[in-house]
């Protein structure tokens, strides 16, 4: 499955796929979290045949119900895939870093171009956290970035 | 200011005729609203209203909707500049500069050639040449939401026109501030070069220290957030004007100096206020034009709607054709770029307040009703146009 994203300038940015049965879809991340999951025309492609509009929190529903909390034993097929990506866990500081402030705040993403895509919270997992959820003393995170961006990235969560 | 109030007249008159122009963009905002069109024209047609000659001249507040119309220029100018980060601005030069050029030379062409032959000076052709060449932004971002069509495959091809549209006017505003400050040859070249100048190292310090400004400005608190954006703008749009930058141009690049939560915060902050001044801004254009002077105007203002929409549609069908969009997709992007708004007014604002005595104010006041209605009328019928130029497939009616 090949993945294609392209920026909206102004409004965020529309990531799209083909399925295997040829139906074209797409998610538009808007710059201030809201998804919409968009399904294009077959007869007019460039069009969209319907919008879903989700909040952040009912993108997270959606994919749970995909089945996303199950990226986790994907990583390693990834790394595997992905020619210099990297994959790191980091434990949240008792203190300092971004312990007790959100992901938003830290401007992980922004700042150094990597993702926090999944956060472990004692038994629980919050994959693909949203930017207001808030990092506890003690929280595991997963990066996935660049050396270089989970490098920086590691940086600024434990201060 | 309260002094300027006092001798314009009392307090009280001030107030009633500003609550009355408000309530009056209120009330054709609605009407805008419910017959489809934007608000734009509407309030274009209030400003001739209350203008010398119109139906209701107003007395006393024209003094302070003169102020409220400069800061509506620089709200409009620093919510542009905040549009877009300076990533998404520049990112797309490589790959959009070709679109960027060909709607340049396309859409200033028709003004630039219309100025020259009505006889004007070419500095003033060149402002007729930025109105002619500008989309509306505001106009086209609303479209494309009310139309369903952020997520279609059309849509990049059309945002990137729009920052390339924008990334000209921060080349463009300070040449013709510059322009239009400068007495001599000399003074205009140095005043210009001063303008780009300041453009350049501003957009490289912007660039480079862009999380550093931005982290100096950012505060938790909305209401702390709102005034030191607001104080800054309003700040540097005026040490701009004081250095013969044009306010325009410093706000803008206040706009895009600021990102992040800074912008994403600032944006949500400034809309209303935005809305109010532009409003006002509007109006103060229109108040300006003598209603006298439309129908001399009406001619060549619609010789410019038909041959622009024309230049314009052409550029979105080949830049969409370009991008492997299909021919309804083309239509869309074509049609959608077509409304002229906000920056046509502001760039012919700059030379009428620079005391421009041609007819640039009426043809623009004309020019944009024109096209600012029609635009959105004739993308809401994109459909339509693309399925006479797509012969159908086999067996699919059009019904169907």
Known sequence: MEVFETALPGIGVRHEFVTRAGTRIGVITRRDGRRELVVYDRRDPDSCRDIVELSAEE????????????????????????????????????????????IEDGQIRGRTGATIVALIRGERSIPGPGPDQVLEP??????????????????LLEG | ?????????????????????????????????????????????????????GIHPLEASQDFIAVGSDIGVVLLLVMLGLEYSSAELFGGLRTNGLAGVVDLVANVTPGLVAGLLLGWSPLTAVLLGGVTYVSSSGIVARLLEEFGRVG????????????????????????????????????????????LLVVVVVIVASMRFGPQITRA?????????????????????????????????????????????????????????????????????????????????????????????????????????????GVRGRARAATVLLPRGEFSIVIAGLGVAAGQTSDLGSITACYVLALAVLGPLATRFAGAIGDALDRPPKGVSAAA
């Open chain 2, 152 to 195: 279609n495959r059309e849509t990049p091809v059309v945002l990137s026109i729009l920052v390339m549209e924008d990334l000209a006017m921060a080349v463009y505003l300070p040449i013709v501030a510059g322009l239009l400050i400068g007495d001599g040859p000399v003074e205009s070249a140095v005043s210009v070069g001063v303008a």
């Open chain 2, 1 to 53: 200011m309260i002094a300027a109030l006092v001798a314009a007249g009392t307090a009280g008159t001030v107030l009633i005729e500003l609550g009355a122009v408000l309530l009056l963009l209120a009330v054709l905002g609605r009407l805008a609203d419910r017959i489809g069109v934007p608000s734009i024209p509407l309030y274009l047609l209030a400003g001739l209203a209350v203008g010398e000659g």
């Open chain 2, 217 to 325: 400005v950012d505060t938790e608190s909305a209401e702390l957030l709102l005034l030191t954006v607001l104080g800054l703008t309003l700040l540097i749009a005026g040490l701009a004007e004081e250095i013969q930058v044009s306010s325009a141009v410093g706000a803008f690049l206040v706009g895009v100096s600021l990102s992040g939560r800074v912008a994403e915060q600032g944006r949500e902050l400034l809309r209303p206020l935005r809305d109010v001044f532009a409003g006002i801004f509007f109006v103060f254009f229109g108040l300006q034009v003598d209603p006298g002077r439309l129908a001399p105007a009406a001619a060549p203002a619609l010789a410019l709607v038909v041959v622009t929409a024309a230049t314009k549609f052409g550029t979105g069908w080949w830049a969409a054709r370009r991008a492997g969009i």
């Open chain 1, 59 to 102: 993108s997270a529903g959606m994919v749970e119900l995909l089945g996303g909390s199950r990226v986790t034993e994907r990583l390693g097929d990834l790394r595997h895939d992905v020619e210099g990506l990297s994959i790191q866990w980091i434990t949240i500081p008792a203190a300092g870093g971004l312990a007790g402030r959100t």
């Open chain 1, 138 to 155: 003690g929280d595991v995170v997963l990066l996935m970035g660049t050396d270089a961006a989970v490098e920086a990235a590691e940086r």
